[in-house]
């Protein structure tokens, strides 16, 4: 078994094809003609890495339509735990508190477990901790369109975060004082799920 991770796939989300232009394209370079052949393309990346046995976190914004997400599960390969992110249908639910409901739904659906953040010790790394936003930057100004300060994770122990959220603003961030981020999104992580290796390597630019 391998482990997987990924954030921000927006599978049934047709404007995302307009905010990320330059990065859901086909492999003629060429933006998704339709959000169809986008989820389509997205789910044959995510099979050509990950294998039925394989766990893939997939930390936020899966998609904003739990019809999506029960049409769309049953296609992709693996056990896939999903960290709720501010575009899934359980976003209020699950920072309310009513994370049995939450569960009970994902589960029904398809997702092997949902949590709001996960912490993982993860052999050649230490410990990772997952989440769908990035720790709050310092200076406002180092992220654009600044949102949802009050549910981002706050640095501890962690060898690296793990998160989404961000799209292609960047891959590797650090900020003074706090761990190490690696965004997992599909819009920099070439439309689909990395492995502990591809962390690995991230990990060695810092």
């Known amino acids: 078994m391998s482990l997987f991770f990924t954030a921000d796939l927006h599978f049934g989300h047709a404007n995302i094809l307009k905010y990320e232009a330059l990065s ?21 990346h995510w099979n050509s890495v990950v294998s039925p046995e394989d766990t893939v976190y997939s930390l936020g914004d899966f998609s904003y339509k739990k019809y999506t997400m029960a049409d769309v599960l049953p296609k992709l390969s693996g056990h896939v735990i999903l960290v709720v992110g501010n575009h899934d249908p359980w976003h209020k639910q699950s920072i309310n508190g009513d994370m049995d ?29 997952m989440a769908h936003f990035p720790y709050l930057p310092p200076n406002p100004e180092d992220e654009a369109f600044l949102r949802y300060e009050n549910l981002r994770p706050k640095p501890g122990k962690e060898a690296v975060l793990l998160h989404g959220h961000v799209h292609s603003q960047w891959q590797t961030r650090r900020y003074p004082n706090m761990p190490p981020m690696i965004n997992v999104g599909v819009d920099v992580q070439g439309l689909r799920p990395v492995g502990v290796e591809d962390i690995m390597q991230n990990i060695r630019v810092f």
């Open 101 to 129: 409901n939450v569960r009970k739904e994902a589960i029904e659906l398809g997702f092997a477990d949902v949590q709001r953040e996960i912490r993982l010790e993860v052999p050649g790394i230490g410990e990772i901790l």
């Open 24 to 44: 859901r394209v086909t492999p003629y370079g060429q933006t998704f003609a339709s959000v169809e052949a986008m989820d389509k393309a997205l789910i044959e």
